[in-house]
């Protein structure tokens, strides 16, 4: 069964939702980037946190049938990258969202709001 870039999208967003992920933001990247379709920014409030949420991505993630391309940071905690394929997830510590700014560095793309 082939996942499609709107379900990764949906469970990304799902699986940050049940762990608490803060200020939870898709936004579309069709049309403007060939790295992915979708970016989900999120940020937890602890190590822990940000380790749960890329944790319980990974999982289901896995349980849908997708293969996880690669995931960066989880020691660390700071920013985890998780490349979903045409989904790409960054989880952040809250003080490392608010200094990298992602979501203005892709002010191009629209904010996905029906997921």
């Not at 762990?19 to 989900?40: E, P, R, T």
Request: glycine share 6%; aromatic share 6%; with cysteine.
């Amino acid at each position: 069964m082939t996942v499609s870039p709107e379900q990764l999208l949906n469970i990304a967003i799902q699986s940050a939702e049940d762990k608490k992920a803060m200020n939870i933001v898709a936004l579309d990247l069709q049309g403007i980037s060939l790295i992915a379709d979708y970016f989900v920014v999120c940020h937890g409030n602890s190590d822990t946190q940000v380790q749960a949420i890329a944790t319980e991505i990974r999982k289901r993630v896995h349980e849908s049938g997708s293969v996880i391309r690669g995931i960066e940071g989880m020691d660390s905690a700071r920013w985890v990258l998780m490349d979903l394929g045409d989904v790409v997830v960054h989880i952040f510590h809250r003080d490392e969202r608010e200094f990298y700014n992602i979501e203005r560095l892709w002010s191009d793309a629209k904010v996905v709001n029906n997921v």
